[in-house]
Each structure stands twice: as C-alpha cells, then as structure tokens.
C-alpha cells in the first residue's frame, strides 16, 4: 500500500516556527515529486511547497517564498517543509501528496496528484 504520513503540527504565536514531515512508504521514492498543500477553513485548497522527483527543483506558492523551505531525505524516503515567521494567515490542514517525476504548476490545489496522505494541523494564533 501506498502511504503518506504527514506529521508535526502544532500550535504556534506568530513570528515561530514549525516543521512538518511527510514519510512516503510503498513506491520508489525517487520516482515521485512530493508537494505540500493546505486546505485552510472556508477556503479551496491551494498549493504551498513542491519539490521534484530527479532534480530536485523546488517550487513555492508566492505568499510562503522566504518563510518555508522544502527539503527531502532520501534515506528516509521523508520530505519536509520548514515553515519561518509563521503569520495567522497559514493556519490550516497540511497535506502531503506524490505525483510520478514532475510538480505540479506553482500554487495549483493539485488535483492530478496521485496520492495523498491524511493532513496535519497548522494553528498560528497568539
């Protein structure tokens, strides 16, 4: 089976930090580009992060350009994406999804990814 475990979220002031993690099991991680979206409440879901499958080129939504940073280990078939200076504005459900080779195009909500793993809680509140 296919799976996708994001985890580490959290609670956070604004200005803090937080890193989420995404363990990819059950394909060849090397086939796969890894994105991060987030669904916040009353909102579509939009892409934040990505990162390609052979060369490694990383992508980012405009509004998080500066502040996050996506990085994967392939020994640990994990990616993770290192959120700075949070702001309210990023509270939301973190996904993580695979989708064969390539990123989708920056921002998009990914609806071609091929797989997703459940969601993990981003709450940036003073």
């Known amino acids: 089976d296919v799976q996708l475990q994001a985890s580490g979220g959290g609670v956070v002031q604004p200005g803090g930090s937080l890193r989420l993690a995404c363990a990819v099991s059950?394909?060849?991680?090397?086939?796969?580009?890894i994105g991060w979206f987030r669904q916040a409440p009353g909102k579509g879901r939009e892409g934040v992060s990505c990162i390609n499958s052979s060369d490694r080129k990383t992508y980012y939504a405009d509004s998080v350009k500066g502040r996050f940073s996506i990085s994967s280990d392939d020994a640990k078939n994990t990616v993770y994406l290192q959120m700075n200076n949070l702001k309210p504005e990023d509270t939301a459900v973190y996904y993580c999804a695979a989708e064969r080779w390539l990123c989708p195009p920056p921002g998009s909500a990914g609806d071609k990814m091929d797989y997703w793993g459940k969601g993990t809680l981003v709450t940036v509140s003073s």
């Open positions: 059950g394909v060849t991680f090397d086939d796969y580009a």
